[in-house]
């Protein structure tokens, strides 16, 4: 049974940008847009090792996104948990299948395939919504 | 000399929503839409010192805002700071200032004028986009 309240889970169920709040080293708050994909259980994003997402979360994995419904700019859903799993995407299948969600037409990342490539699975603990 | 691009500050003039990112009291990131308002110095926030936000802030005013150009998707400015000054706003004069640049047509705040009301200026020192 998911936290997110069933009246504004199709936020996380359409394509919308994501701003997703991480914490850097030195434990000030980073926000930044992002992808995302919702199975039910937990939101994906994508990245890579060498970025600040990924270094950000690897010190300290509570993170929150925010999403609000552009067709109502008061409606909005805030998702606050922790980055619980981690998966490699090398040949960049995860990361095809946002750019596909979100309407990139694309065979390969922007960037290049990276070995380096990854999956985050945020596992939500609290929401709130508007 | 602001430390927000000229290429992107039109981001922070523009009625865009942000989404900004506070510390919770145990250190976790939380992350909120808000009305924002850039003076060339310092991005004003309306909120009242009895919310999460303020709250938040008072414990520690390291602050991130990201805002994305709903024209141009991938394009984003992302502003990291703290938030030091805040300006008591009980007859909401700073409220409606903001409610007229985001086009709501309305006379009090939301729930009422309140002696809470202030507003929440965020220097920026850190500044990133695309």
């Known amino acids: ?22 914490l850097r080293a030195d434990g000030a708050p980073q926000v930044n ?22 270094r950000n979360i690897a ?29 490699r995407d090398p040949s960049a299948l995860g990361y095809l299948r946002l750019a596909a969600r979100y309407g990139l037409d694309v065979d390969r990342p922007v960037g290049g395939v990276d070995a380096n490539r990854v999956l985050l699975g945020l596992v939500p603990r609290h929401a709130t919504c508007q």
Chains 1, 2 share one sequence.
């Open 59 to 87: 010190g300290d994995p509570r993170v929150s996104l925010s999403v609000d419904d552009p067709d109502r700019p008061y409606r909005y859903l805030e998702v606050r948990g922790v980055v619980d799993t981690v998966r």
């Open 1 to 22: 049974m998911s936290v997110v309240p069933s009246t504004h889970v199709e936020l996380l169920t359409r394509p919308l940008f994501g701003h997703l709040g991480t």
């Open 33 to 54: 847009p992002v992808w995302f994909e919702w199975d039910g259980e937990r939101l994906w994003f994508t990245t890579t090792t060498d970025r600040y997402k990924y």
